[in-house]
């Protein structure tokens, strides 16, 4: 905790001198510099994009939409008319519980210079008032198997390659969608269809620059005029309503009451391709519920969002080795903070600087004890499989952060701003060959482009940090459909 201001009637009383600095009082730094520190990692955290940089998104996502079109119409096992979650941020950036070990490492401003994850459901159930009652038997908590027994004839005859067989004594044939077979079965298809694609170019058309599988998560870099994006390809299982294992959870009191209702809180929920420790990873899925994680975003103060990030970008290193701990384990922490901590208390602007301290103490408390709940099933204890040496390895990393915050700060702002040189510098380097828009003929500049550019510059500036869901059909990939958080486009 930081030491209190002292009073400033009791300081000119006695000795005249003015009052102390708020300190911390485990390392002595300084409560408004560490908010300053604070301020300036945001501050070159986040990107601002002019219309050029608007359009050369919007043409990244008009292609991965179109190339999922592509791969429906292979052999039509995706759903036809699909709803995709695009989430600001990679799967290296937590914004799924997904283990990070499988991934090959990428650097932002070396690799790439945003990074999306897009969720793309195989499979959807969609019908559903009752809360959703999962296979549990199998496998650990928060985690299930799926049998394709929930779905009809035709369902089964299209999946039932990407799926594990079991033999039941009576002679019964039981199907479970493998998260690792249909993960092969996506990368495979997405292979065809870029494949396909580059054999006849388009003018203005996102250059492919890498295409990788890493585990079940299939990530793809374009290259689109200046920049380059990250998109970590997600397929999961997509679910309308909300698991009966996380019932309790809606019983009691959340940060959230009053703010948003319970029905855009619950609804809806995914399962990703991702076992447990122990898990049998031919059969078991992962609950996420990061569609509710979106509506709850909604309801975390800024200060709070900054402190947050900045002690992601700290941690992300330097608790990379081995791998134990995930950014998404300080997204529970802080969503756990969020339901302890007075809402009038998070929502000061000036205690960056405490929240900051506060996820550092709560992430090393998880550590040394070895618990570190899921956030919507508190049962699941996110940290159970680690070795004790582990923990306190990464606990002791913490304890040096702890003792000089200030420093550690520095040093991701350095990282930060290295990484915005390197993107400038590519950018300066391509600008002269910049890649127009797709529907760009080169020559007079195209209107309803430019009107698109500034439209999506706007959501964008207006939606710092929001996540978009985009209602696409395959058969008409030319219409957008945005939705950021409650709102359509």
């Not at 919007?58 to 429906?72: E, P, R, W, Y």
């Not at 996506?186 to 003018?203: A, G, H, T, W």
């Not at 099933?377 to 159970?384: A, R, T, Y």
Request: overall charge neutral; charged content about 25%; aromatic content about 8%.
């Amino acid at each position: 905790m930081a030491a209190p201001l002292a009073s400033k009637a009791g300081s000119a009383g006695t000795t005249g001198k003015p009052p102390f600095p708020e300190l911390d009082f485990r390392s002595g730094a300084r409560v408004e510099e560490l908010n300053k520190l604070i301020q300036e990692f945001t501050k070159h955290d986040q990107r601002e994009y002019d219309d050029q940089r608007a359009l050369e998104i919007h043409t990244a996502k008009d292609f991965i939409f179109s190339m999922l079109g592509m791969v429906q119409k292979l052999d039509q096992k995706l759903p036809v008319a699909n709803e995709y979650l695009l989430l600001s941020g990679g799967v290296r950036e937590g914004v799924v519980d997904i283990d990070l070990d499988e991934l090959n490492v990428y650097a932002r401003g070396t690799d790439y210079d945003m990074d999306f994850t897009l969720l793309v459901p195989a499979l959807k159930l969609h019908d559903r008032n009752q809360p959703v009652t999962l296979d549990m038997r199998h496998s650990a908590l928060c985690h299930s198997w799926l049998s394709l027994r929930l779905f009809d004839e035709g369902t089964i005859s299209k999946w039932k390659d990407c799926c594990t067989i079991v033999d039941h004594i009576n002679g019964a044939t039981n199907y479970f969608f493998s998260p690792t077979k249909v993960a092969d079965w996506f990368y495979d298809s997405i292979s065809i269809v870029l494949s396909e694609i580059q054999k006849k170019p388009q003018r203005g058309m996102p250059k492919v620059e890498k295409v990788e599988k890493n585990g079940t998560i299939i990530s793809i870099i374009l290259g689109v005029g200046s920049s380059r994006m990250l998109y970590d390809i997600v397929p999961v299982v997509s679910f309308k309503g909300w698991p009966a294992v996380a019932q309790s959870w809606l019983m009691e009191n959340h940060f959230w009451d009053g703010k948003i209702t319970e029905e855009e809180v619950i609804s809806g929920f995914y399962l990703v391709p991702a076992c447990s420790y122990k898990g049998k990873k031919d059969n078991e899925w992962r609950l996420s519920f990061a569609r509710s994680e979106v509506q709850l975003k909604k309801c975390i103060s800024s200060s709070l969002m900054q402190a947050y990030q900045a002690c992601k970008a700290i941690i992300i290193k330097l608790l990379s080795r081995p791998k134990a701990i995930s950014p998404y384990h300080l997204r529970s922490m802080m969503l756990w903070a969020c339901d302890r901590l007075p809402a009038n208390y998070l929502a000061q602007e000036d205690y960056a600087a405490h929240f900051l301290l506060g996820l550092i103490d709560d992430l090393q408390h998880c550590l040394v004890n070895k618990m570190c709940p899921n956030y919507f099933i508190p049962q699941c204890n996110m940290l159970e499989h680690l070795s004790e040496e582990t923990v306190m390895l990464h606990a002791r990393k913490l304890s040096s952060v702890r003792s000089d915050p200030t420093e550690h700060l520095r040093t991701a702002i350095e990282h930060v701003k290295a990484a915005n040189r390197l993107t400038l510098e590519l950018q300066r380097r391509g600008s002269t060959t910049s890649i127009p828009s797709p529907q760009s003929d080169g020559g007079d500049t195209n209107q309803p482009d430019d009107r698109l550019a500034k439209k999506l510059q706007q959501l964008v500036t207006e939606n710092p940090g929001k996540s978009i869901s985009v209602f696409i059909n395959p058969d008409d990939v030319t219409r957008p459909h945005f939705r950021i958080d409650d709102k359509f486009f």
